[in-house]
């Protein structure tokens, strides 16, 4: 890939979400748009861990629920300042997901989504149970954020916050993507023995993927407490788990734009099937259906090579 | 002191002895080769000396230090790299992305340095990047640089694993059937291909069932017959060994 093309791309995103805001009518849609960047950011941390380095985890949604219960039980007990919490939450996050990950990563396939399955149910558990500090599951408020008396406050400020860390998340992944650090990811998912024989400490990349991603969905669950400004245990939740591996799956596995794609189409269909009624459970699930069956690669890869990159798009 | 001392080498899957009491020594700059009917034990002992399996006895040494049981990314530290009798490619990468993954060593692995892309880091990811486009124009690779490795012939591939090895700039590369699978043509070009690594001095240790190619290329040639060591010598030597004969022709005494 070209150093042309990699600021093409991310100067595309940049025009789109400049001009957003021109179009959107009100309130309601701006509030659409926020979820969906902030579900594409996750589904970009997780389409690292399942697309380019080809390991699965069922249980990221354990993570979003650590980083959005740091930031509603620290500042509301413990009177810490909102981003000491956030940062607070993705470091727990991290941990467990580096404590967890040495173990974790020495399975495979089913048995690895079963582990990751089981650690995402237990932190929600824990979530539920916890009821003297998080509520229980009716949740709980959190706190505003804010800096130097500044506070993020209505849809308008979200906006450009969640803008501005998406295109920095975009820029960031495909760095990544195309580093040193980023060939060896690919790699261990292509080959492990190769990239074993070529030096790549495979077991220490899958842990520091696992964690990293981890880490991001900690800070977007921050993110989403404090936009939403109540945080219930729904977040941190099986369901929640397997619809971000869905936008990946959808949008397509390594496939940076893939995760974004995947993000909005699955943040909008529900919202615009809201028109069916009772139904709308049915033809979501049928869509994604058609969607695996006709473009089982995803729909960005799919759409890429059939107006002829070579079968490879640029990641 | 030989670069690859190996003494007494064993291997038993269960009851099965894939490898027994093998000892041989490869010097520094030698294209040396291992040859034997199949299930002789070569792509084993391959495995055995590049750390994929674990010795059940005996020891190996590389610049006479130890390195039996070694994981093989840590042998890679040591200068050792391999090709793969049945392709061990990253089809979800491009060819030169692969050319590229065997100089891993050599670089700035750092996490955080590559999401910011540090300058320095992308800089030498830029020369690497035509390091790597040299590499495939070595090894005769050059149409395909742009292409993904999905989309490559088999011979393509096969060169393209020889192109990632030297990538690493190994001291001892092994090459693990190289032209399996290959036409005669094609096998010619492997054959002087692996000549001219020889040339840059690099020690060429390579597994072969073609004859031909193995008795032009070698300097020294080990034949292995049911794990075990069967003789060791010049092509000529070997050749001329009636042992050898028999365990290919079969024997009528």
Known sequence: MSGVRRHYSLMLLAAVLLLLPLVLPNNFYYDI???????????????????????????????????????????????????????????????????????????????????????????????????????????????????????????????????????????????????????????????????????????????????????????????TAHYIGFVTPNIADFFHSIELVTMVVIGGMASIYGSLIGAVLLTALPQALSTFEGWETVVFGSILMTCMIFMPKGLVPTLAARFGRNGREDP | MALLEVDNLSKAFGGVKAVQDVSFAVERGLVYSVIGPNGAGKTTLFNLITGIYTPSEGDIRL?????????????????????????????????????????????????????????????????????????????????????????????????????????????????????AGLNSRETAEIDELVRKVADNNVTVVLVEHDMKMVMNISDRILVLDYGKKLTEGTAREVRENPDVIAAYLGSNV
């Open chain 1, 33 to 223: 748009v926020i979820r969906m960047a902030i579900n594409a950011i996750i589904a970009l941390g997780l389409n690292l861990l399942i697309g380019f380095a080809g390991q699965i985890s069922l249980g990221h949604a354990g993570f979003i629920g650590i980083g959005a219960y740091a930031s509603a039980i620290l500042p509301t007990h413990f009177g810490w300042h909102p981003l000491l919490a956030m940062a607070a939450g993705a470091a727990i996050a991290s941990s467990i997901a580096a404590i967890l990950a040495r173990p974790i990563f020495r399975l495979k396939g089913q048995y690895l989504a079963m582990a990751t399955l089981g650690m995402g149910i237990i932190i929600a558990i824990v979530i539920k149970n916890e009821a003297a500090y998080t509520g229980g599951p009716d949740g709980m408020p959190v706190a505003p954020i804010g800096l130097m008396g500044f506070e993020i406050a209505g849809e308008k400020q979200w906006y450009w916050v969640l803008a501005a860390t998406l295109l920095f998340s975009f820029w960031a992944a495909k760095n990544l993507i195309d580093s040193p650090f980023g060939r060896a990811l690919r790699a261990l998912h292509g080959s492990e023995v190769a990239a074993q024989v070529m030096g790549v400490d495979i077991v220490r990349y899958k842990v520091a993927i696992f964690v990293l991603s981890a880490f991001f969905a900690s800070l977007m669950g921050s993110v």
């Open chain 2, 63 to 179: 610049e006479g230090q130890s390195i039996a049981g070694i994981a093989p990314h840590a042998l890679a530290l040591k200068g050792m790299a391999r090709t793969f009798q049945n392709l061990q490619v990253c089809m979800n990468m491009t060819a030169l992305e692969n050319v590229m993954v065997g100089a891993h060593l050599q670089l700035d692995r750092n996490l955080v340095k590559a999401m910011l892309r540090f300058p320095g880091l992308a800089r030498r990811d830029r020369e690497l990047r035509d390091e790597a486009r040299e590499l495939m124009r070595f090894v005769g690779l050059e149409s395909y640089w742009n292409l993904g490795a999905s989309s490559m012939p088999y011979g393509a591939l096969k060169r393209l694993e020889i192109a990632r090895a030297l990538a690493a700039k190994p001291q001892i590369l092994f090459l693990d059937e190289p032209a």
